[in-house]
């Protein structure tokens, strides 16, 4: 059993800043990929942004420059440092951990970027 526990998310005014921090425990094997996704409602989730298990990164265009994401291997943990937060960026985000044992979602934590 794997579980995603998901922090960070609340209320910020337009050009502020965000850290969501998603931590995985249970049965971790090989995570291979972290990655984090957003959703607004009556929207499909979309990608924002993955780290693989090198380290590479992809952006959504629409956050690139913005955001960054990392990864802490010891902590079983990805971040997403979210900067110059804009109202788009309003939603519940997701973080997601692909293993060899499959996909693993977290429960979601909104962001709300609001004057």
């Known amino acids: 059993q794997v579980r995603l526990v998901e922090s960070g998310g609340g209320l910020v005014q337009p050009g502020g800043s965000l850290r969501l921090s998603c931590a995985a425990s249970g049965s971790i094997f090989s995570i291979y990929r972290m990655g984090w996704y957003r959703q607004t409602p009556g929207k499909q989730r979309e990608l924002v942004a993955v780290i693989t298990s090198g380290d590479s990164t992809n952006y959504s265009d629409s956050v690139k420059g913005r955001f960054t994401t990392s990864r802490d291997d010891a902590k079983n943990t990805v971040y997403l440092q979210m900067n110059s937060l804009k109202p788009e960026d309003t939603a519940v985000y997701y973080c997601?951990?692909?293993?060899?044992?499959?996909?693993?979602w977290g429960q979601g934590t909104q962001v709300t970027v609001s004057s």
């Open positions: 997601r951990v692909t293993m060899t044992s499959g996909d693993y």
